[in-house]
């Protein structure tokens, strides 16, 4: 029982997706195929007496579908919610609900409190409360990230600045979102960097399902996919010593996101300045520590840029079977540059394209862009970045989202064989209501 094309087209006139969306991550995050990284989430919600009870409504929804799209377990996602006015009250724990349906029913249950709007202790309350491990928050590890997810539609009637600063400090990634008539200052002193990825707005609560797919996405890592990733790293002169050492930092930001172990996300590294240097080939190290400390240890080379010779040592090397690549794993590559190249790229960038590597491409300094764009994946735009400098690396690591959702046998899925059932009730209720209004 294969899924057609028309049965995913459909799933997206149902989700109410744009056109751009990818086909499989839609499909896959249906199906349950997409797992999401092991994440304690905190919903804090605004329910001051400017929210409308049927607005607080729309904001359950939202908060509802978002849940729906994640991967909720023990040893998954947690999710817990607080709700706040002029008061704080905990609605729902990260420990209280182990299971989806368990959660979205809770979820619906929650009253707004209706007074005023203090932000700031809300966020204190998370900090202090909800991400403690008392009220099941996991021990903080690189492995486990920390999110708080805020609504709201005001101006704080106490101070965010220095609590939210504490929170992040405290390793919780903040996002903010805005509604209506609310102070974008206000977002901007909450929300983690970078601001863009972190703020948004609408104008209404009758919109706010619009971004639903943006934290659904947000949280969705492939835990099925097996990877083979080579970072190819410009270790020419121009990088100069204490550049190099943030750029290995860089390296390590990208590894901490992804699923490292023996059958999952195996990582190379190579160098390159005027010639070719193999730091570590794919599969040496199968825990994210050895691996980390492997890329502490490599010395910078300081010479010439020749990429083009890099990028064959990767076709032709780093992604053979003699180094390490695995048959049937997707392949992908991250190219770091902060100059022109002294030798032609396109052929070898060409060839990796046609080989079916995803191609990143990350620029810094005098690197031009001309030559990031021909060596990154279609589309260009999610597959180059540029910065001028280099302290600025962190930002991009945070936007480089390596999510390879290779499907599963449907005949062997039950996840995809429930999502198929419920696509073709679907499409036998639009067929009956046609033929109704047809007959």
Avoid at 235 to 258: A, C, Y
Avoid at 332 to 361: H, N, P
Wanted: charged share 25%.
């Amino acid at each position: 029982m294969t899924p057609t094309p028309l049965f995913f087209l459909l799933l997206l006139g149902l989700m109410g997706a744009r056109a751009t969306v990818d086909l499989r991550t839609a499909a896959a995050m249906a199906a349950g195929l997409c797992k999401t990284r092991p994440t304690d989430i905190v919903f804090i919600v605004d329910s001051s007496r400017s929210v409308r009870p049927s607005e607080f409504e729309q904001v359950k929804v939202f908060l509802a579908k978002v849940i729906e799209g994640l991967d909720v377990g023990p040893n998954a996602t947690r999710v817990g919610v607080v709700n706040y006015a002029s008061r704080v009250k905990s609605e729902v724990s990260l420990k209280t609900h182990r299971t989806k349906a368990g959660l979205i029913k809770a979820v619906t249950k929650i009253e707004p409190l209706s007074t005023g709007t203090m932000t700031g202790l809300a966020i204190q309350f998370a900090l202090n409360v909800a991400f403690s491990e008392s009220e099941g928050a996991r021990v903080k590890s690189p492995d486990i990230s920390k999110v708080a997810i805020i609504v709201t539609d005001g101006r704080p009637q106490d101070n965010v600045k220095e609590v939210a600063l504490r929170a992040r400090d405290a390793g919780i990634e903040i996002f903010a979102i805005g509604v209506g008539r609310v102070d974008m200052n206000t977002l901007k002193q909450m929300a983690s960097d970078p601001l863009d990825d972190h703020v948004d707005y609408v104008e209404s609560y009758s919109v706010i399902e619009k971004l639903t797919k943006k934290f659904q996405e947000a949280f969705c890592a492939c835990s099925n996919a097996a990877t083979d990733v080579v970072f190819l790293i410009d270790g020419s002169k121009s990088v100069r010593p204490e550049n190099f050492e943030l750029v290995k930092k860089w390296i390590n930001q990208i590894v901490d996101k992804l699923d490292v172990s023996e059958a999952k996300a195996h990582v190379g590294l190579v160098q390159y300045s005027s010639s070719v240097r193999q730091e570590f080939p794919l599969g040496r190290f199968n825990n994210k520590k050895d691996l980390k400390d492997a890329v502490k240890k490599m010395a910078y080379m300081e010479r010439g840029t020749m990429t083009g010779q890099a990028l064959r040592y990767l076709t032709d090397n780093s992604f053979s079977a003699g180094g390490g690549a695995r048959p049937g794993v997707a392949k992908v590559g991250i190219v770091f540059t902060d100059g022109r190249s002294q030798d032609y790229i396109g052929d070898a960038a060409k060839k990796a394209k046609e080989q079916g590597y995803k191609m990143y491409a990350v620029g810094v300094g005098n690197a031009v862009e001309d030559e990031l764009k021909e060596i990154a994946s279609e589309p260009t735009g999610e597959h180059y970045f540029y910065t001028a400098d280099f302290k600025a690396m962190t930002q991009i690591a945070k936007k480089l989202q390596i999510n390879i959702c290779q499907e599963e046998d449907p005949c062997e899925c039950d996840s995809l064989v429930k999502f198929q059932k419920k696509v073709e009730d679907a499409l036998q209720a639009l067929t009956k209501k046609y033929i109704l209004y047809n007959g």
